[in-house]
């Protein structure tokens, strides 16, 4: 168990749907990342906040948002789903003084399957 | 444009031998480097780090070289074991500790 905890662990559903993806982070740790692995493609980053801020964003799609609650959990919301946005989700954890020397602690990720 | 490049999708090493995972990157910005560790069906887990301003370090089996004149890193298990079969992720990160990863590259260690 790495701390991070993300619900759901999987989820099916049809285009067009709305979904909501929560991830609570690692006890002590502010920032939160979300990445989307997709097949062959590696982890690309969505978006990041820290202490409920958006701090960064990457590859989002307008469709997509997130958000950071004030117990930091963070929740991604994605709507309009097309087949294409079937992917692996994943949060990760940081804190300052950890994140140089050992970078992100992930969650076990949430498979979403839009059929 | 892909700026943390594995350029070997997979790799497969016979128990007990070396293995050698690469990476290159464009950003010579990018100040420190990790590996990651990510077995099916589980996030990527931290492996090992190396600051841009070393060029080894080492934790037992695993050492990783940094080479920034030409902007690439490796990764060296030794031995391999069948245990570290998983697909290994290089990172780089740019000052805001947002990580920039590679498509990652599968190991798998032969008994």
């Known amino acids: 168990d790495s701390g991070v905890t993300q619900t759901p662990k999987h989820l099916i559903t049809a285009t067009g749907q709305r979904v909501t993806l929560r991830c609570s982070p690692r006890?002590?740790?502010?920032?939160v990342y979300w990445y989307q692995q997709s097949l062959d493609q590696g982890l690309q980053f969505l978006i990041q906040?820290?202490?409920?801020?958006?701090?960064a964003k990457g590859n989002i799609l307008e469709r997509f948002s997130a958000q950071q609650f004030p117990d930091l959990h963070s929740e991604l919301n994605l709507s309009s789903l097309e087949l294409g946005d079937s992917a692996l989700y994943f949060c990760?954890?940081?804190?300052?003084?950890?994140?140089?020397?050992?970078?992100?602690?992930f969650g076990s990720g949430t498979r979403l399957t839009v059929v | 444009d892909q700026q943390v490049k594995q350029n070997s999708p997979s790799l497969s090493v016979q128990e007990g031998r070396i293995s050698i995972l690469n990476c290159d990157y464009t950003?010579?910005?990018?100040?420190?480097f990790l590996w990651y560790k990510k077995y099916p069906a589980e996030g990527p887990t931290f492996l090992i780090s190396?600051?841009?301003?070393?060029d080894k370090n080492e934790d037992g089996r695993f050492t990783v070289f940094l080479n920034k004149s030409a902007k690439h890193l490796s990764l060296h298990i030794v031995p391999s074991q069948p245990g570290d079969s998983a697909v290994y992720f290089c990172?780089?990160?740019?000052?805001?500790?947002?990580?920039?990863f590679g498509k990652g590259t599968k190991l798998s260690v032969i008994p």
């Open positions: 990760a954890s940081s804190n300052p003084s950890r994140a140089r020397n050992y970078g992100y602690t």
């Open positions: 006890s002590g740790d502010l920032s």
């Open positions: 906040y820290y202490n409920g801020e958006e701090r």
């Open positions: 950003n010579s910005m990018f100040d420190y």
């Open positions: 190396i600051s841009s301003i070393k």
């Open positions: 990172a780089a990160s740019l000052g805001s500790y947002q990580l920039t």
